[in-house]
């Protein structure tokens, strides 16, 4: 079993900022990368960030150089640094990660971003 609790959402005006963290437990010892994903009403899943546990990091076009993502020192836990939020940055976002043979999500933590 794999468990991961996202926390850290909320409402907050356009520019303002947030941070998102997702805790994993569980059989984690085979993970590696993790990942944050939104999902907007009426729009497809979409990746926001990923990291490997080595720190190498990927962003989607839309939030690169606005979010960071990082890893905690104890390799289960991740955060998203949220800055100039958009409100096309209103979303729920869900923690990811995989480990063989599946993917693994949080249930997700609502952002909304007010204009």
């Known amino acids: 079993q794999v468990q991961l609790v996202e926390s850290g959402g909320g409402l907050v005006q356009a520019g303002g900022s947030l941070t998102l963290s997702c805790v994993a437990s569980g059989s984690i010892f085979n993970m590696n990368s993790m990942a944050w994903y939104r999902q907007a009403p009426g729009k497809q899943r979409e990746l926001v960030a990923a990291i490997t546990s080595a720190g190498t990091t990927n962003y989607g076009a839309s939030v690169k150089g606005r979010f960071t993502i990082a890893r905690g020192s104890a390799k289960n836990t991740m955060s998203l640094q949220m800055n100039s939020l958009k409100p096309e940055d209103t979303a729920v976002y869900y923690c990811?990660?995989?480990?063989?043979?599946?993917?693994?999500w949080g249930q997700g933590t609502q952002v909304t971003v007010s204009s």
């Open positions: 990811k990660t995989y480990i063989p043979y599946r993917d693994y």
